[in-house]
């Protein structure tokens, strides 16, 4: 366009899009374990199974976290 941008094409947004995706599942991942642990260490100490709510309490505030709803709003940079 005139003003520059997407002159690229696609092609040159796949990277930007491949990390952000990257990055997403990495913390998806990372909060998944972090609440299997703290459900596992909760259920030893206590002997509840109530403890594995951890998994999608972390998934939850890890949303409020990394999240951005605007992104899909305003068309994100690259690793967004």
């Not at 951890?54 to 949303?63: D, E, K, S, Y």
């Amino acid at each position: 366009g005139a003003s520059g941008e997407g002159d690229a094409g696609p092609r040159a947004a796949a990277p930007a899009v491949k990390a952000g995706v990257t990055r997403r599942l990495a913390w998806l991942l990372a909060c998944v374990l972090a609440g299997t642990a703290v459900g596992a260490a909760g259920q030893w100490l206590t002997g509840d199974d109530w403890w594995y709510l951890a998994v999608p309490v972390l998934l939850a505030l890890a949303w409020w976290h990394v999240a951005d709803p605007t992104c899909c709003e305003r068309g994100c940079g690259a690793g967004d």
